[in-house]
Nanobody, 122 residues
Framework: QVQLVESGGGLVQPGGSLRLSCAAS????????IGWFRQPPGKEREGVSC????????YYVDSVKGRFTISRDNAKNTVYLQMNRPKPEDTAVYYC???????????????WGQGTQVIVSS
């Protein structure tokens, strides 16, 4: 069964840090680009970051550049999103999904996980 499972969310203080995990089962992440998305309360889902498997290139939405880092552990078939210096506006449900290309539209991403809630608050 092809599945992505996110974990690591929770309550974090502004300026703290949190690491989200996206574990794949039933397939290997080596052949896909992996994206992190988020849906803030009352807003539409947006792309946050993407890992390009062919060469390890990474992409970030401007609002998280310099604060978030996406990485992949091939041995664990897992992708991470390290969130440093989070801000209250980073509060959202975070999802991971895969696609043939990071440049694909959000609709082209599949195997969505169930999401993990991140709340940034003091």
């Amino acid at each position: 069964q092809v599945q992505l499972v996110e974990s690591g969310g929770g309550l974090v203080q502004p300026g703290g840090s949190l690491r989200l995990s996206c574990a794949a089962s039933g397939f290997t992440l080596d052949y896909y680009d992996i994206g992190w998305f988020r849906q803030p309360p009352g807003k539409e889902r947006e792309g946050v970051s993407c890992f390009k498997s062919s060469d390890g290139s990474t992409y970030y939405v401007d609002s998280v550049k310099g604060r978030f880092t996406i990485s992949r552990d091939n041995a664990k078939n897992t992708v991470y999103l390290q969130m440093n210096r989070p801000k209250p506006e980073d509060t959202a449900v975070y999802y991971c999904a895969v696609a043939e290309s990071c440049q694909s539209s959000q609709d082209a991403f599949g195997s969505w996980g169930q999401g993990t809630q991140v709340i940034v608050s003091s």
